[in-house]
C-alpha cells in the first residue's frame, strides 16, 4: 500500500494524503452513530484533473476505494473498511451560475447551502435542502438522492440535477445526461443519482435553480394526539394541497428542542406539531393557507400560528432542521431510522410505533416530513449499555419490518449502505437484487467503488471475475 | 405471434427466446409503427397488450399501480372521479398505453410544469432480457432502497426489459382549469412580456402554438387563475377555448416522429447496460439505431 500511497502523493501532494491512525481518525465514521471503520488511506484531490488521475491509479492497482463528500450521511455510506477513502471536499468551487437558464454547475464538495448562497442574489435557490444542508455537501447528495423538508413541493435531488461528469472506477470519464426528446438514450443519469458512491465518483454536476417564491407562509400547528396530526396530514395530502413543506414532529423531539440552544418556542405541553409551509404566487396563496388552517383546525388543532415575519420562520424552521442534533445532546448515541409509509396510513403506524416503544422500553422520537410519509423514528440511547442497546435494535427491526409489511420502503433519502443492507432482503426478491448488481457491474466491472454496500454482495448472481476482482 | 397474459407467461416466453437467441419486437397497441419500424423485421412479434388493468389505487395515498397494457385513457377515467390524474398528457394522445408511455418516455406539452416520465413513476416491474421478472422502487412516494432501475427502464424503449407494471405518484386536478387562444404579436416588448409570463409566478400548466395561434393552460385554484387569466389576457387579443383543444393537439402530434438518426447505443457505458439486461439482444433489437449482428 505504500507504493500506492506514494503514487497518490505525486499527484494531489504529500499534505493530501494520510496514512497515520491519529490523522484517520475523523475518517473512521461518519453522521451514522455507531459505526466505525478504520480506512487504510485517505486521499484527497483538489481539482477534476487530480481527481481523474487518483481514480486511475486506484485503478491501475486494482484497489477498492470508498468516495466521501462532509461525511454527514445516515446510512454509513462513506465508511472505508480497510480500503482508500477518497475525499471530494477540497473540489468545492461553484463553476458556473446561469440565472437565465436558471442552472448552476458545480463540483462536487461545494456545500449545499453554499450554492443556494451563490444563487441568491439572482433570486434563486438549490431546492433540495437536506437538514444538514450547512454541512453536506452536493456530490454526497447525488449519490444519495436527498430530500430534504421542501421535497415534498419540489422533488428531489434526482428532479434538479440535469447533468454529471462522472469518473468511473475503471478511470473512464462520462458525462450523464438527462435525456431529451432530440436525444434518446439509457438514462444513465437518472441510474446514477442515488447510487451511493458505488458507481463512480462525481466530479462536476449540473443543476436546476429555482425562483424564489413570491409568497411563503410558515405555519405551526399544535395538537394534543399525534394521531391527531397524522389524521390532519392525510386530509391535506388527500385535498390536494401541495405545501413546500409538512414536517411533524412529536412530544418527544419537541421536549429535546426546547431543552437545547435551537429552542423554537414549540408549545412543550403539546402531543405533536405539524411544521406547514405553504409557499407560491401571491395570488391564491391565501386561499390554500385558509383551507390548510381548516383542515388542521377539523383535524383537533389546539391552535396554528403563523410566522410574521423572516425572523420567526427561520427560528420555527432551526428548531426542526437542528432537531437530529437535539436529540444527540440527550444521550451518547442516537439510532436514525427513515422509512417510508402510505399517507394514509400514518396514524395507526405511528400507534404502533409508540407500542413497539412501549414494548422495549425505549424513547422513540419522531420528527419526520409527514407530507410523504417518510419517518424518522430516532432513538437516544446509551450504546455503552448492552442491554440498552439490545433493545434499541429489536425495536428498530420491528419498526422496520412494520413498515415494510405496511408497503413502505427501508429508505426515503439516507440511503440503504451499510446500515439498512440487511433489510434488502426483506424488500426485494432475489432476482430484483441480483439486476442492481448487474446495473452496479455495467459502471464498475470490478466491484471496486464503495464495496460491501447497498446490496448484499451474496446476492450477486454472476461474478464477472475481471482480473483482480475484490469481494 | 406469443401473446403473454400473466407476467409468469410473459418470463417463459422471453426466457425461450433467449435461450433460443430469437428476437422479439414488443408491441401493446402498435400506435407508433414509424419508430418500431426500425426494429429486425424478422422478430416475432410479442404483444403484452393483455397485461392490463389497474392493481391497485389508494386515492388518499395519490398513488396508483396499474398493469403495463392499462391505456392513459383507463387511467384517467379511474382517477377522475377522485379529482385526481397521472398528468402524463402525452403526445400523441391517451389511446396508448402505460406500459409504452414510461418505455419511451413520451413528454407531453405540460411535462415542463407537471414533470416527465421519469418524474411520474415511484416503482415498476418488468422482464429483463433473459426472463427474470424484476420489481424496482415500490409503492410509496420517496423511495432510495437500491440502485435506481425505474429510471433506467424509462426511455429505454424496450431494449432492457419489457415492462409489466408501473406504480406512479398522482397529483390532485387543478381546482380551475381553463384553456386560453392568444394571438401573440411578433414584435420584441410582446416577446418579454411573454418570457416574463412563462418564467414568472404564474407560470402555465402548458403553452403550444397551435394554427398560428398560442394555446395556454391556466390551472390552481379560483384566485390563481384569476390572475393567470389577467397575464395572459395582457399578452395579446385571448379568446378563451375548448380545452379539448388540447387533446387533438395531443393525438394530431405535430413532432417529428421517425426511426432514430443515430446510434443511441453507441457509448460503452450504454453498450455494458445493454449486455447485463439483454445479453442476447433480443428485445426490440435495432430499435435504438444500433447495428445488429
Ligand atoms: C443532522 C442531519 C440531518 C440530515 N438531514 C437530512 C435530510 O433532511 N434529508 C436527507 O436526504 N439527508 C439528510 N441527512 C443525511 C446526509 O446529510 C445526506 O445523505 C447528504 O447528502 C450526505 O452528504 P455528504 O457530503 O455528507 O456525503 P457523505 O456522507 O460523505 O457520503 C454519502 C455517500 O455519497 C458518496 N459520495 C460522496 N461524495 C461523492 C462523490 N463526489 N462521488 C461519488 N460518491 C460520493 C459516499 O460514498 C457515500 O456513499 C442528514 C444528516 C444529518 C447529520
Known sequence: MSLLSDELSSIVGARHVLERATELLVYESDALPGYHKKPRLAVFPGTRDEAIAVVRALHAARAPFVPRGAGTGLSGGALADDVVLLGLQR???????????????????VVNVNLTKAAAPFGL???????????????GN????????????YGVTLNHVIAATVVLPGGDVVKLERPTADHTGYDLLGAYVGSEGCFGVTLDVTVRLTPNPEGVFTMLADFTSVDDAARATSAIVAAGILPAALELMDHGTIECVESSIYAAGYPRDAAAVLLIEVDGALAGLDEDVREVQRLCRDCGAREIRTASDATERARLWQGRKKSFGAMGRMAPHLAVQDAVVPRTRLAPILARIAEIGGKYRITVCNVFHAGDGNLHPNVPYDGNDPD??????????????????????????????????????????????????????????????????VVPSHRCREWLAAPGAHS | MPRATSTTELSEIVRDAHDARARLRIVARGSWPARTAAVATDAALLDVSALSGVVEYVPGDLTLTAKSGTTLAEIEEATRANGQWCPLLPWGGDGGTLGATFSTATHGPCSASLGAPRDHAIGMQFVDGTGALIRAGGRVVKNVAGFDLTRLLIGSWGTLGVITEVS???RARPAVDETWSVEIEADDASAARLDEFRRGPLAPLAMENFNGRSLVRIGGNAAFVAASREAVKSLGAAV???????????ESDPRPRGPLATNALADPLSQRVKKQFDPAHILNPGILGEALA
Open chain 1, 91 to 109: 473540489m468545492r468551487k461553484i463553476i458556473s451560475v446561469d440565472p437565465s437558464a436558471r442552472t448552476a454547475t458545480v463540483e462536487p464538495g
Open chain 1, 125 to 139: 435557490h438549490y431546492a433540495p435542502d437536506p437538514s444538514s444542508q450547512s454541512a453536506c455537501t452536493i456530490g
Open chain 1, 142 to 153: 447525488v449519490s444519495e438522492n436527498s430530500g430534504g423538508p421542501h421535497c415534498l413541493k
Open chain 1, 388 to 453: 440498552e442497546t439490545a433493545r434499541v435494535h429489536a425495536a428498530m427491526r420491528e419498526i422496520m419490518e412494520m413498515c415494510i409489511a405496511e408497503g413502505g420502503a427501508i429508505t426515503g433519502e439516507h440511503g440503504v449502505g451499510l446500515d439498512k443492507i440487511g433489510y434488502m432482503e426483506s424488500l426485494f426478491p432475489g432476482d430484483s437484487l441480483d439486476a442492481m448488481c448487474r446495473l452496479r457491474d455495467a459502471f464498475d466491472p470490478e466491484r471496486r467503488a464503495n464495496p460491501g454496500k
Open chain 2, 168 to 170: 406512479v405518484r398522482l
Open chain 2, 240 to 250: 378563451s377555448a375548448d380545452p379539448e383543444s388540447w387533446t387533438r393537439l395531443r
